[in-house]
C-alpha cells in the first residue's frame, strides 16, 4: 500500500492515478451514483474545468456543502476500491479531496478546485457528460430516481409537513412522491391531497415539476368541498407573489396563470411550476439536479411559505371573530387566565388525563398569543432549550462547530421583534429608482474590495464583485429591510453593510421600530418536570423569575464571548416582558422530587381535578357521558380508602374519550386503558390485586347498583 503524505498548503500532490484507471471507475455503473457524476459534471462543464463549490453552489442552486460531500464520499470510494493508495495530511488524517481535485486557495477559507488532468482526459475519452444522461421511459422511472436521491430531505419535509398541517404524527411512507401506476402520468407528495402539494408530471416529451394548487377531489373527507380545502392555499401564494422567494422561482423559470389561480372553480387546478424537455426520453444530469435542487431547496421554501402564510390567515380570520365574541367566561378557563396575568409564570399540575395542555392551548388562543410547545424529556438539555455549540461542514468538508439558539431563545427573539419602520418602504423605492438610473460602486468593509451594485428585474439589488468571471451575489430588499430593523445580517455581509451604510447616510431613513407590548407570546414546557431543570435553564434560573422580566433580568450566557453583534442578547439574555410560562406536570410522576423549592417559587400552582374538566366530553362521547360522569366519580372516591394514594392518582376524563372509539363499551375502556395504569398505582402493594377489585367494583358501579337494590 502506497501512503502519500501531503504536506499542508499542499494542494497539488503526485497524481496516484492514471488515465485508464479513471476509465475503469467511471465505466462502473454499479460505482458511478448519479451524486457523482453530477459533481464531476459541473466542474467539467466551468472554463479549464476549475471552479469553487460555492461558486457551483449559487449556480445550481444547492449549498456548497453538497457539492463537497459529494466529491470526498467520490474520492474515498476510489482510494478504497483500488485499494493501493492512500493519501493523507501530516497529521496522518485522511486527504481524500486530492485524489480527484488540484487546487488553490483564492480568499480566506474559499478554494478553488481543478479536476485532475488524468481524470479531464478520461471524462472526454468517454464522452463523459453526454453519456451520463438519465432514460426517462415513464413517471414511474422519474419518481424512484427522485424518492431515492431525496431520502435524507423527505425526513425533514414529513416533519415540517406534520408541523405546517397540525398533523399528531407525520406521514409514515419514506418517498416524496407515490406514484400509483402507469395509467397516471402525474403524481403528488404523500398526504398532500387536500393541501398545497408538491406536484410532478412527464406527458408530451415535458417534464413538469413545482407546488400545485388541486381543486379536483377529496378524499377522505366530507365536511368541504375540495375548493373550499385549497382556497386558504390560493390565497396565501396570492398574498405573497410578489415576496422574494416567488422571485427567485420565477428567475428559474418556474409560472402560473395567476388569471386562471384566482377565479379557480370547484375542479379547477393550478401548477406553479417549471418544465423541462426530454430529447428522446433522456435527461442530462444538470436539469435533472436543477429538478432536486428546486425541490429541496426554494420550492421547499415556498411550500413552507405558503402553508405558514395560510395558517396566519387562518388565526387571523379566528382572532377577527374572537374580537367580536364575549370574553372568557369559563370560571376555569378565567382562573388560569388570572394567575398567568399576575405571575407570569404557570404550573398546571393534576391527575393524568385532565387536560392541562389542552387547557393551556386554549388559553393561548383565548388570549390570541403566538404560543409554542416544548416537550421536556430526561435528555433535554441548555443547548436544546438555550443556545449551544451545533457541528456544521465546510466546503472542503472539515467539520467545525457554530453557535446556535435554542428553541426559547428563538421564541424570545420572535417576541422582540419590531412591527413597524416608519418610512423604510419610500425609502427602498427611491435608492431603487436612484440605482436604476445608475449603478454605485463600493468596496467591502475589510479587504477593501470593490464591488458594483444594480437593480435586478424584480427590484433587488445585485452585488458583482469587480475582477474578471466574478459571480453576481443578491441582496434583497428583505435582508436590507431586516438588517435596518433588528440588525441582524441574513444576506452577504460584505456586501450588505455598505449598501445599507450608503441608504442610511443618503437618505432621509426614518425607522419607527416598536414592538408589540400587547401581543402576548406563551411558551408551553409540557411535562416540566421529566427534565432536569437546573441543566436546561443553566443562568436563566434567575431572569425566570417573575420579578426580572424584561431587561433587568439580563443575564450573562456561557457563550456570551460568541455572539455577533447582530444578536439582540448580544449583552445579555432576559425574557422579554411580553412572554409567559405555562409548565404542565403530573404530581405523581417520579421525577417531580427534581423540582426543587426555589424553583417552585417562581411559579405559581394550579390544580386541574378530574372533576372540573367534564366539559371536554361535550359533542364527543354523546348518550355515554352521563353513565362516565357516574364512574368516573365513583371510582375517583374509591382512591380515598386506599392507603397511599390521593387525588393525585385520579382518572382524567380524558381517558373516557375512548368510548367514541369503542362505541361505549366501558369495560374494553377498563381492559385496554385503565387497568394497567391502576395496577402500576398499586405495585409493591401486598393486596393489589385486591384493591384492583375494589376499584373494578367502583368502576362498575357495583356497590350503587346494590344500594339500588335494597
Not at 118 to 146: G, Y
Not at 240 to 247: L, W
Not at 371 to 383: G, R
Not at 483 to 501: A, H, M, Q, R, S
Request: negative net charge; glycine residues 6%; hydrophobic residues 35%.
Amino acid at each position: 500500500m502506497q501512503k502519500i503524505t501531503v504536506k499542508d498548503g499542499d494542494y497539488n500532490c503526485p497524481p496516484p492515478m492514471n488515465k485508464q484507471d479513471w476509465i475503469e471507475i467511471l465505466s462502473d455503473d454499479s460505482f458511478m451514483s448519479n451524486n457523482y457524476k453530477f459533481a464531476l459534471s459541473i466542474f467539467y462543464l466551468e472554463s479549464d474545468h476549475k471552479a469553487t463549490c460555492k461558486y457551483l453552489a449559487e449556480k445550481y442552486h444547492t449549498h456548497p456543502t453538497s457539492i463537497s460531500g459529494f466529491i470526498t464520499q467520490f474520492s474515498a470510494r476510489v482510494q478504497g476500491k483500488l485499494n493501493r493508495f492512500e493519501v493523507v495530511k501530516e497529521d496522518g488524517s485522511p486527504n481524500w479531496w486530492l485524489i480527484t481535485m488540484t487546487g488553490k486557495k483564492v480568499a480566506g477559507g474559499l478554494f478553488e478546485w481543478r479536476l485532475r488532468d488524468e481524470l479531464i482526459d478520461a471524462m472526454k475519452h468517454l464522452s463523459f457528460v453526454d453519456s451520463s444522461q438519465l432514460k426517462i421511459d415513464s413517471l414511474s422511472t422519474l419518481v424512484n430516481f427522485i424518492n431515492d436521491d431525496l431520502s435524507e430531505f423527505i425526513i425533514g419535509f414529513r416533519r415540517a409537513r406534520k408541523t405546517l398541517s397540525h398533523k399528531e404524527r407525520a406521514t409514515t411512507a419514506g418517498i416524496l412522491f407515490r406514484h400509483k401506476g402507469d395509467d397516471s402520468d402525474w403524481s403528488i407528495n404523500e398526504g398532500g391531497h387536500n393541501e398545497i402539494q408538491y406536484h410532478i408530471f412527464l406527458r408530451d416529451d415535458e417534464i413538469g415539476y413545482g407546488l400545485g394548487f388541486n381543486a379536483q377531489y377529496v378524499p377522505f373527507n366530507n365536511d368541504k368541498t375540495s375548493l373550499e380545502l385549497v382556497k386558504p392555499f390560493v390565497e396565501a401564494f396570492l398574498s405573497i407573489q410578489d415576496s422574494d422567494t416567488v422571485d427567485t422561482l420565477k428567475d428559474r423559470g418556474f409560472d402560473i396563470d395567476l388569471a386562471s389561480l384566482k377565479s379557480m372553480d370547484e375542479g379547477g387546478y393550478n401548477l406553479f411550476g417549471r418544465v423541462v424537455p426530454l430529447f428522446d426520453n433522456k435527461l442530462s444530469l444538470i436539469e435533472y439536479y436543477s429538478i432536486i435542487n428546486d425541490l429541496k431547496g426554494e420550492v421547499f421554501e415556498l411550500y413552507k411559505l405558503i402553508f405558514e402564510t395560510a395558517n396566519k390567515l387562518d388565526m387571523n380570520e379566528k382572532s377577527a371573530i374572537q374580537e367580536i365574541q364575549q370574553p372568557i367566561t369559563n370560571p376555569l378557563l378565567q382562573e388560569i387566565s388570572e394567575l398567568l396575568l399576575a405571575n407570569k409564570n404557570l404550573i398546571l399540575t393534576g391527575a393524568p388525563g385532565t387536560g392541562k395542555t389542552y387547557l393551556a392551548k386554549i388559553l393561548a388562543e383565548a388570549w390570541g398569543a403566538e404560543h409554542k410547545l416544548i416537550q421536556f424529556h430526561p435528555s433535554y438539555d441548555y443547548t436544546d432549550f438555550v443556545e449551544g455549540l451545533r457541528p456544521i461542514q465546510n466546503e472542503e468538508g472539515e467539520v467545525g462547530f457554530e453557535l446556535r439558539d435554542g428553541v426559547f431563545k428563538s421564541f424570545c427573539k420572535k417576541a422582540l421583534k419590531p412591527i413597524e419602520a416608519y418610512n423604510f418602504d419610500e425609502v427602498y423605492e427611491r435608492f431603487i429608482d436612484d440605482l436604476s438610473e445608475k449603478s454605485l460602486e463600493f468596496v467591502t468593509p475589510v479587504q477593501k474590495k470593490p464591488f458594483k451594485v444594480e437593480v435586478t428585474n424584480h427590484r433587488n439589488c445585485k452585488a458583482t464583485p469587480m475582477y474578471e468571471n466574478a459571480s453576481s451575489m443578491s441582496v434583497t430588499r428583505n435582508h436590507i429591510q431586516i438588517y435596518f430593523e433588528t440588525g441582524k445580517v441574513n444576506g452577504w455581509k460584505p456586501y450588505l453593510i455598505p449598501i445599507c451604510d450608503y441608504i442610511e447616510n443618503n437618505y432621509n431613513l426614518k425607522l419607527a421600530a416598536t414592538l408589540d407590548t400587547d401581543k402576548k407570546f406563551i411558551i408551553i414546557l409540557d411535562e416540566i418536570n421529566r427534565a432536569e431543570i437546573s441543566k436546561v435553564l443553566g443562568e436563566l434560573f434567575f431572569s425566570i423569575d417573575p420579578g426580572y422580566r424584561g431587561e433587568s433580568g439580563r443575564v450573562t450566557t456561557q457563550y456570551a464571548n460568541l455572539q455577533t453583534e447582530e444578536d439582540v442578547f448580544k449583552d445579555g439574555f432576559y425574557i422579554p416582558d411580553n412572554v409567559y410560562i405555562i409548565g404542565t406536570m403530573n404530581d405523581i410522576d417520579r421525577s417531580v422530587e427534581s423540582f426543587d423549592f426555589a424553583m417552585r417559587r417562581r411559579f405559581a400552582w394550579k390544580e386541574i381535578k378530574a372533576e372540573d374538566r367534564l366539559s371536554m366530553w361535550e359533542d364527543q362521547i354523546g348518550d355515554w357521558a352521563e353513565e362516565a360522569k357516574q364512574r368516573l366519580i365513583t371510582l375517583n372516591s374509591a382512591f380515598e380508602d386506599i392507603q397511599g394514594l390521593s387525588a393525585a392518582y385520579h382518572v382524567g376524563p380524558a381517558y373516557f374519550l375512548k368510548l367514541a372509539d369503542y362505541d361505549g363499551d366501558f369495560d374494553k375502556l377498563w381492559t385496554y386503558h385503565l387497568e394497567s395504569l391502576l395496577f402500576e398505582y398499586l405495585r409493591g402493594y401486598p393486596d393489589a390485586n385486591e384493591q384492583l377489585v375494589i376499584l373494578k367494583n367502583a368502576y362498575d358501579l357495583v356497590e350503587a347498583d346494590a344500594s339500588n337494590d335494597r
